[in-house]
């Protein structure tokens, strides 16, 4: 259910350019995206678990205000960002 560390590495590196580069505000995106998608598929099956659940909800508010944060500074980014990970806005 969790991210392991080679899909991590993977996607700071497609989204910061390096290893390093992890608090680049289209990583933090990406890794939320990725967690979001993990969760998505074990609530389809096991719809009772409230517990993770919740933590789907919080996610999707971080991942809600880190994009209003970037359309807000920067537009082209924003955008790049919703075509790479193919998020509806």
């Given at each position: 259910m969790s991210?392991?560390?080679?899909?991590?590495?993977g996607i700071?590196?497609?989204?910061?350019?390096?290893?390093?580069?992890?608090?680049?505000?289209?990583?933090?995106?990406?890794?939320?995206?990725?967690?979001?998608?993990?969760?998505?598929?074990?609530?389809?099956?096991?719809?009772?678990?409230?517990?993770?659940?919740?933590?789907?909800?919080?996610?999707?508010?971080?991942?809600?205000?880190?994009?209003?944060?970037?359309?807000?500074?920067?537009?082209?980014?924003?955008?790049?960002?919703?075509?790479?990970?193919?998020?509806?806005?």
């Amino acid at each position: 259910m969790s991210v392991t560390k080679e899909i991590k590495t993977g996607i700071i590196k497609k989204f910061g350019g390096t290893e390093q580069n992890t608090g680049q505000t289209e990583v933090q995106i990406a890794l939320f995206s990725k967690r979001i998608s993990d969760l998505t598929e074990h609530l389809k099956s096991h719809p009772k678990d409230k517990h993770s659940r919740h933590g789907l909800l919080k996610l999707v508010g971080k991942r809600k205000s880190l994009l209003a944060y970037l359309k807000k500074t920067d537009i082209e980014r924003y955008r790049k960002v919703l075509a790479d990970l193919e998020l509806r806005k």
